[in-house]
């Protein structure tokens, strides 16, 4: 059975520049071992990049040894469901990209708070 994103349809990718996702297969995918629920397709904004920063997730910084970029302003990234609550919560979510964002991302936060700061697409 393929995954599903929070609108029930198919999980679409979320970002293969940077590559993304958990198992870093370009896809906010999620499993039992993914404990911090990294299910929430995000489009990094500079106000989200330092408020991560700010609680001990520096996601801006490169780390080369994990294979990982640092991330900047209209990147795309899958997110701890907790931390775009909780950013949510300070007026600094990034913005969602629905189709993206996986079906389990529901368990932690409401659909109507993720449609509500769907990135908008022409």
Same mark, same amino acid.
């Given at each position: ?8 349809? @198919? %999980?679409?990718? /979320? ?11 370009? /896809? ?9 629920? *990294? ?38 990234? /899958?997110? /701890? ?13 990034? @913005? ?5 964002? *996986? ?7 409401? %659909? ?11």
């Amino acid at each position: 059975m393929s995954a599903k994103n929070v609108l029930g349809g @198919p %999980l679409a990718p /979320c970002s293969q520049d940077p590559v993304t996702g958990f198992f870093r297969d370009g /896809c906010c995918n999620t499993s039992s071992e993914d404990y911090g629920s *990294h299910t929430i397709c995000a489009q990094m904004t500079d106000a989200f990049l330092a408020f991560s920063k700010s609680r001990g997730n520096d996601l801006s910084t490169p780390n080369p040894e994990y294979r990982f970029p640092g991330l900047k302003a209209g990147d795309r990234w /899958c997110l /701890c469901a907790a931390r775009w609550r909780e950013a949510a919560e300070a007026g600094l979510a990034p @913005p969602v990209i629905l189709e993206s964002t *996986h079906e389990r991302a529901l368990e932690v936060v409401a %659909l109507a708070d993720l449609e509500y700061h769907a990135l908008q697409t022409a």
